[in-house]
């Protein structure tokens, strides 16, 4: 804090010439005198020096009270922050950031994530980002990811509820058009299709990669059963003769297959 001296005390000099020495010695041993009223000077000499100007202790506090008021105030934002320069403004953006605990890199966020909830590393990485370039405080960081993972979820679980709705549907119709309500024939055929579909889907020595077919199988499956009635339907000739006697060997001329029932990525272009 800055303190004003009181009139006629500013440096101890009174403009005497030879006298202001004398002058000056005569202020230091009047201040001594109230200084040891007070424990604090005696263990903070410079401090000390500087309120000697002070002849008496009520001079030094009402200094002291001057000083509090000129700048002891506090300081209030203006009600329009466009008259905040640029500098203020990332003053007062950093103190904030601080005291709200952003940490100081986006690596800095520690996230807590459900045993049973896929990540997505890069999409993690871009929220840390973009938390840590908005000044998001760690606890609210935490909740918008728990607002994503439930609604993650719970759009998850309506769509199982939808295709498995889909898949049974295709299936009792695939029972009763195709295999006569003979569950015994829909079943082999079904098993068929899946072992045809697993010969096709290659790895790039061409021959059958158990990690395709898992992917594969992933998209096109629910449970045991085929999700769509197109694809079982365009295959189920070229799975028997796949696997019947005097069918195709190996599978390599799926020629049964009705257009388009390959048309999937997964399959090694086909």
């Not at 100007?53 to 009402?62: G, L």
């Not at 008021?69 to 934002?77: M, S, T, V």
């Not at 009792?172 to 024939?185: R, S």
């Not at 010969?199 to 395709?212: E, I, R, S, V, Y």
Request: aromatic share 8%; proline share 4%; with cysteine.
């Amino acid at each position: 804090m800055v303190f004003h001296a009181a009139d006629g005390a500013a440096d101890g000099n009174d403009g005497g010439g030879a006298d202001g020495g004398a002058g000056a010695d005569a202020a230091a041993g009047v201040a001594e005198s109230w200084h040891s009223q007070f424990g604090f000077f005696k263990d903070n000499p410079d401090a000390a020096k500087r309120f000697s100007k002070y002849k008496t202790a009520d001079e030094a506090f009402k200094g002291a009270d001057e000083a509090v008021k000129r700048f002891g105030k506090p300081y209030h934002l203006p009600d329009d922050h466009a008259k905040l320069s640029g500098k203020h403004k990332a003053e007062v953006t950093a103190y904030v950031r601080k005291m709200s605990g952003v940490p100081e890199s986006p690596e800095g966020y520690e996230f807590n994530v459900p045993d049973d909830t896929a990540v997505d590393d890069q999409g993690m990485s871009e929220f840390r980002k973009l938390a840590h370039e908005r000044g998001v405080d760690p606890e609210t960081a935490q909740g918008l990811l728990d607002l994503q993972f439930g609604l993650v979820g719970r759009l998850n679980k309506a769509r199982a509820k939808i295709i498995e709705g889909m898949t049974n549907n295709n299936y009792q119709t695939f029972l009763a058009e195709d295999c006569e309500g003979d569950k015994e024939v829909a079943g082999a055929r079904l098993e068929m299709v899946k072992k045809y579909l697993q010969t096709q889907c290659k790895g790039k020595d061409g021959q059958p990669d158990a990690k395709l077919w898992e992917a594969f199988s992933a998209r096109i499956m629910h449970g045991d059963r085929i999700i769509e009635l197109p694809l079982l339907r365009a295959l189920t000739e070229a799975a028997q003769m796949h696997v019947g006697t005097g069918g195709a060997p190996g599978g390599s001329s799926p020629s049964a297959a009705k257009p388009g029932a390959f048309n999937y990525g997964e399959m090694d272009g086909k």
